[in-house]
């Protein structure tokens, strides 16, 4: 065969999974320099997973809860010798457990799964096997995108074609607390170019001056449902709009749906959906009643289903927010990959805990940065 030939079918093979379409043998016989048609002879991936739980820095404070831990489950896909890696972060206000998340990975059947190639199929059947459970779901989703991306060589931003140059600035949350406390992590995000601040309590206005009386950043605000009025919503949006405020996350709950649609036409500062976005069917309800969405792997079941999230979003012309939970670099890495299709990004759940396990896609000058690892470009430490 010649070199000519084998480049076409290694270009041919990588084109095929870059539409994350079911990828066949094919492209998996080629992507190894072997150039053959016929089945690779993987067979079914051994499943794995364990409880981790993550110790958050700070007491971390939204307008419905406060915590200091998370629990996650780390699930690991293995065959040919490689491993995939995959988490399920699981704040508990969104439903799910370690024992949820166990008791659904348990009922994963891997010999139903012969080719790993045939992503589509095995996510599809893997997401019937119980309603929910989207965490659990994005855990084994990654693992088996970090497998398949580890097998072609390839990090996933270059399969999905894009540039790791256009990967947007990161914003560093800080929580609802005392002036005192909000001062001390305004100084700890002193490497964020951007800071996104959670509102919705009684002290919103102390909370936004308090931060600009120590710094200029810009700021993105998160209200998680917090205002119920449309017109105090309204009136908020117009005072932060003055004080430097890049857009306003889910201000209302996302019931209010007539109100949302209202406060969107009329408010200077962009609106964007969190509460409201779960799965992708939710993209195209969120049209029209807000500017923008934000996407998170563990609510949307992970890398497959979050990149179509995106592409559906911004050919509807809405504004993309990548966002996360407190995760350890494995999930944070796995979002990072499609980073450069957002516009904005939320990816510091790594940076928020003491007891990281995975060594991925970094933060630099406020920037989501990523390297040349393939799959989801992680190395599990120690
Ligand atoms: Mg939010």
Redesign the pocket.
Known sequence: MTSDRRSFLKHGALAAAAATTAATATSCGSMTGAASLTRHPTGPLTLRFYPYTLQLKHVFTIATSSRTTTPTMMVELEGDGVVGYGEASMPPYLGESQETAQAFLSKIDMRRYPDPWLVGDILADVDALAPDNRAAKAAFDIALHDWLGKQMGQPWHRIWGLDPAKTPVTSFTIGIDTPEVVRQKVKEADIYKVLKVKLGRDNDKEMIETIRSVTQKPIRV?V?QGWKDRSLALSMCEWLAGRGVEFV??PMPKEQIDDLAWLTEKSPLPIVA??AITRLEDVRKAYGVYDGI?VKLMKCTGMREGHRMISLAKALGMKVML?CMTETSCAISAAAQMSPMADWADLDGAVLIGNDLFDGATIVDGKVTLDDRPGIGVRKLA
Do not use: R
């Open positions: 998160d998680n996350e889910q969190d509460e934000n966002g």
